[in-house]
């Protein structure tokens, strides 16, 4: 196998066989796990398939299929075809988001497809945070108090909000060197071990960060556009949350 720059834990395999294998330094909340789940739960998604996974020592070592395409950091498109990609991206999530979170563990948050939790934003992701039962008890740990506080000291409209957001399977890592593109058009998603079970409206900071590593200014413009903002419930909490999330997710 030869390394794949810059990803130095992706390796491709030699001779044109259209595999991957990928290292996670943990044996929880792997991109294994996520793909494991997502494979069984929604085939039709344009995500790597899992071929295999094993563990040697502190590390998991995932074996997948490899996409085709190139990614959209390394080779951008013109202005119309990468309004068509975007577009295509969001019906991409919108399928995401019809995957129904399993009844043993409704309304958690911050789960990976392990059951663990998922890298802590607090930390700058260097470790794995909790699992939460509910989006309201994330958002307290967020602005350090215990719940009661939190809602307490929090209005009672951006309460209800928040905890009437929908949970969905999110990807926190959406940047352009995880979205590939053939011919134009949308070819799949990569890199899904730190995705998991999240507030909705998490996603939408993905998108509307132009300071995050592997965001141009183009890209973050076009989900500034009308025809690209979500449903006007997700587009409320994700603004209510701006004033509430004081880390970068």
């Not at 990928?22 to 294994?32: D, N, Q």
């Not at 509910?134 to 215990?146: G, I, Q, V």
Request: proline share 6%.
């Amino acid at each position: 196998m030869r390394r794949f720059i810059p990803t130095v834990k992706v390796r491709l395999f030699r001779f044109g066989i259209p595999i991957v294998m990928k290292t996670t330094p943990r044996t929880v909340s792997t991109e294994a796990d996520a793909l494991r789940f997502l494979n069984a739960t929604c085939s039709g998604l344009p995500i790597p398939r899992l071929l295999d996974s094993f563990v040697i020592g502190e590390t998991t070592y995932t074996i997948m299929t490899k996409l085709p395409g190139h990614n959209l950091l390394d080779r951008s498109l013109p202005s119309d075809q990468l309004e068509e990609v975007a577009t295509e991206v969001l019906d991409f999530l919108h399928r995401l988001w019809e995957i129904e979170q399993p009844d043993n563990c409704k309304g958690q948050v911050m789960r990976s497809a392990s059951g663990h939790g998922l890298p802590n934003p607090m930390t700058l992701h260097s470790n794995l945070s909790n699992t939460f039962p509910s989006t309201l008890h994330c958002y307290a740990l967020m602005n350090f108090k215990d719940l009661d506080h939190f809602v307490a000291d929090t209005a009672p409209s951006i309460l209800e909000r928040l905890a009437n957001d929908q949970v969905c399977w999110v990807h926190t890592d959406l940047r352009l060197q995880n979205i590939l593109v053939q011919d134009g058009r949308l070819s799949g998603i990569v890199d899904w071990e730190d995705s998991g079970w999240l507030p909705r409206h998490w996603q939408l900071h993905m998108f509307r960060n132009v300071y995050m590593h592997g965001v141009t200014f183009e890209w973050w413009n076009l989900w500034k556009r009308e025809r690209m903002r979500f449903d006007e419930v997700v587009e409320a909490v994700y603004e209510l949350s701006t004033g509430l999330i004081t880390y970068p997710l």
